[in-house]
Structure formats: C-alpha cells, structure tokens
T-cell receptor, first 116, second 109 residues
Framework: DGGITQSPKYLFRKEGQNVTLSCEQN?????MYWYRQDPGQGLRLIYY???????QKGDIAEGYSVSREKKESFPLTVTSAQKNPTAFYLC???????????????FGQGTRLTVV | QKEVEQNSGPLSVPEGAIASLNCTYS??????FFWYRQYSGKSPELIMF????GDKEDGRFTAQLNKASQYVSLLIRDSQPSDSATYLC?????????FGQGTTLQVKP
C-alpha cells in the first residue's frame, strides 16, 4: 500500500529535550511538507522540500530543523528552542509543482507531541 | 494580513441545505487552490482543487474561484450530518502550500 507513515502517533517528552518526528512516504513524491496544528487552528507550515537535499522555511520554522537526505524521508526535529512544542504535527507529500502544478498533498496520520 | 483567511465559524446549516464556505488569499501569484475536509483528530483529506477562474463541480461540491477578487469558495449542496467537519482552504504558489485556519461546519438533522 502506498502512503505516508508518521511515527510515533503519540510522543511525550520532557521540556528541554530535542525530539525527532519521523515521516516516510512510498508514493515517489518529490515534495514533502511539515505542518503544525494547535487546537481549533488551521495548519501552519514549518518547512517544505521540493527536491532531495533542498528545503525551505515555512512561516513558523523557528525552533525546528529538518533534513532531506532521501526522497522518501523528511524527519522533523523539535528543538529545545521551540517555546511551545506541544501540538499535532502533520507531514504531507505531493508531486512537485515543477512536475505538475495542480497536485494535491497527501497527509500522514499525524504525531501528537506533548511536552511536559 | 494572513496569507489565507477563512471565517472560523461555526457555520450551522440544516440537513438538506446549501453550505457556503469562503476563503480569501493575499498572494496574487497563487496558482492552485484546494479545499480539504478534516474530521476531529484526523488528517485532512482533499475534497477538490481548482486553478481556473469560474466554477468546478464534483458531485454535491462546487468550488468557485475569482482571481481578480482573490476569493475562492466551496458550496456543499444537500448538506448531510456526515459533512460536519472543519473545511480548510489551501493555496499554492511555486510549491509553498499555505492553509487557512479552517471553517467548522455543523449540519443539524
């Protein structure tokens, strides 16, 4: 089955610790995205990548870091510099806009991070 | 000014009525426009996309785009209780996909 896998589904961490969220896709998509969703809010873009070894900051990149060493993988690290890390994190992938402009993004099931 | 704006609602409509959801965007270079539906605690799923001015229909759903007014809307005909969810408008420009805050729709039986 093709899809996007985020793991773990729930994650608990102590304040001050870095934590890495996993996102893997087998859809052969070039583009991948990370979003953060707070209760009652929409999705806010953290980072996005249109091709391997390249990524861009979104609107709320401070306190986060990513890497894109493989096409299938786009891990997100929530660092201790992120002041309010508790949130629902969603990873998505799509065909890159430079291949097909009007392409939908497919989402993983999300990781709910709680920092205590 | 937010890049993509939606009225957070809730928008309440009776079963069988037409629900109208609206979205405005600030980037005139935006190329593609999407409507996603998100049930509580779940991931968003695509309802439809539109990229040309005018209307696009898919079953009970119609998306409308007016690039001059920087406005995109979604009409849901014959609304059902199962349509109760949050509807997210998303706008794409050269691969940067930005979402609005979503509109909560409640369809009352």
């Amino acid at each position: 089955d093709g899809g996007i896998t985020q793991s773990p589904k729930y994650l608990f961490r102590k304040e001050g610790q870095n934590v890495t969220l996993s996102c893997e896709q087998n859809l052969n998509h070039d583009a991948m995205y990370w979003y953060r969703q707070d209760p009652g809010q929409g999705l806010r873009l953290i980072y996005y990548s249109q091709i391997v070894n390249d990524f861009q900051k979104g609107d709320i990149a401070e306190g986060y870091s990513v890497s894109r060493e493989k096409k299938e993988s786009f891990p997100l690290t929530v660092t201790s510099a992120q002041k309010n890390p508790t949130a629902f994190y969603l990873c998505a992938s799509s065909i890159a806009y430079w291949r097909l402009m009007n392409t939908e993004a497919f989402f993983g099931q999300g990781t709910r991070l709680t920092v205590v | 000014q937010k890049e993509v704006e939606q009225n957070s609602g809730p928008l309440s409509v009776p079963e069988g009525a037409i629900a109208s959801l609206n979205c405005t965007y600030s980037d005139r270079g935006s190329q593609s426009f999407f409507w996603y539906r998100q049930y509580s605690g779940k991931s968003p799923e695509l309802i439809m996309f539109i990229y040309s001015n005018g209307d696009k229909e898919d079953g009970r759903f119609t998306a409308q785009l007016n690039k001059a007014s920087q406005y995109v809307s979604l009409l849901i005909r014959d609304s059902q209780p199962s349509d109760s969810a949050t509807y997210l408008c998303a706008v794409s420009n050269t691969g940067k996909l930005i979402f609005g805050q979503g509109t909560t729709l409640q369809v009352k039986p």
